[in-house]
């Protein structure tokens, strides 16, 4: 661990370079700054919206939702359209209740 070892500061304050606005590591003139900023707009991250419809679908995903998913064709397979439907409707009605608490949550970052 012990490598990390930065340059101590001088003792003696007269040993310090002063700041030079000449020199060029002191930083931007304005005239930079702002022809910087016209060619490559502000220094930000941009992070891509989740479409609303995304959010949805992806309540259908993960490990419960695939095995009802999988109930739902065995029921239909046997012909058991009554609990197809019930599997169904528990389905679609997870999948509301997911997407109306992940939206919120969304929201709420915003």
Not at 18 to 44: A, H, M, R, W
């Amino acid at each position: 661990m012990g490598d990390d070892k930065q340059p101590e500061a001088p003792a003696d304050e007269s040993k310090i370079p002063p700041l030079n606005p000449e020199d060029p590591l002191f930083g931007l003139t304005d005239e930079q700054i702002k022809e910087s900023l016209s060619v490559f707009g502000k220094n930000e991250i941009v992070i891509p919206e989740t479409p609303l419809w995304k959010l949805f679908l992806k309540q259908f995903l993960g490990f419960l939702p695939i095995l009802i998913e999988l109930a739902a064709i065995v029921s239909i397979a046997v012909r058991d359209y009554t609990d197809f439907g019930i599997i169904l409707a528990m389905l679609v009605i997870n999948a509301c209740l997911g997407f109306h608490e992940e939206y919120k949550a969304k929201k709420s970052l915003d």
